[in-house]
């Protein structure tokens, strides 16, 4: 049972342009999120993250939207440059448990 | 600042041979870790955890286990590897800040 998906495998973007990456959850009681990079034979590195109190969090180039009803977040890139290509995951935790589920990833490739 | 070991960065095993993989945090102290597996075209998948010496939580049924001798190191370990354990293995820290860090990984091949 994947309890955070994110169903587009892959993103093809021009630089300079706008990307969003989406990622959906099942649990009602993941309360927190967050979005890691990951280039090839590497760890994850942290990105942004949300509280599900908030709906919106901006850090940069970088603004993650929260949808509670919808159980739906998303990750948007404005503007794309070309090292931005790498893959994307999103991760739910239920704070205090310790424990994060991650999604299958998004790979991006932002075109110069 | 807090960094994380891992080592080593490449692996390639028999199957049925032993494996013994190590992961080291400084700089920060009593931190979560944890042990992720990505398998080739998927995503990270939790394999263990802890929040302290010896305790250890598993997450998922499997051919490996892990432990924690040290505060600050975390051991996964396998007495007989199967092909099926082939993957990208990641060690991560977590101290409270709800932000897990990873380490560089180790890509394990078992023929």
């Known amino acids: 049972d994947q309890q955070v998906k994110q169903n587009s495998p892959s993103l093809s973007v021009q630089e300079g342009r706008i990307s969003i990456l989406n990622c959906d959850y099942t649990?009602?009681?993941?309360?927190?999120f967050l979005w890691y990079k990951k280039y090839p034979a590497e760890g994850p590195t942290f990105l942004i993250s949300?509280?599900?109190?908030?709906d919106k969090n901006e850090d940069g180039r970088f603004t993650v939207f929260l949808n509670k009803s919808a159980k739906h977040l998303s990750l948007h890139i404005v503007p794309s440059q070309p090292g931005d290509s790498a893959v994307y995951f999103c991760?739910?935790?239920?704070?205090?448990?310790?424990?994060?589920?991650f999604g299958t990833g998004t790979r991006l490739k932002v075109l110069a | 600042s807090q960094t994380i070991h891992q080592w080593p960065a490449t692996l390639v095993q028999p199957v049925g041979s032993p494996l013994s993989l190590e992961c080291t945090v400084e700089g920060t102290s009593n931190p979560n870790l944890y042990w992720y597996r990505q398998a080739a075209g998927r995503g990270l998948q939790l394999l263990f955890y802890?929040?302290?010496?010896?305790?250890i939580s598993s997450e998922v049924p499997q051919n490996l286990s892990a432990s924690r001798p040290q505060d600050r190191q975390f051991i996964l370990s396998s007495k007989k590897l199967l092909l099926s354990d082939s993957g990208f293995y990641l060690c991560?820290?977590?101290?409270?800040?709800?932000?897990?860090?990873f380490g560089a990984g180790t890509r394990l091949s078992v023929l």
């Open positions: 649990n009602s009681m993941f309360d927190y």
């Open positions: 949300i509280s599900s109190i908030k």
């Open positions: 991760a739910a935790s239920v704070l205090g448990t310790y424990k994060y589920i």
């Open positions: 802890s929040v302290g010496i010896g305790q």
């Open positions: 991560a820290w977590e101290t409270g800040s709800n932000i897990q860090y």
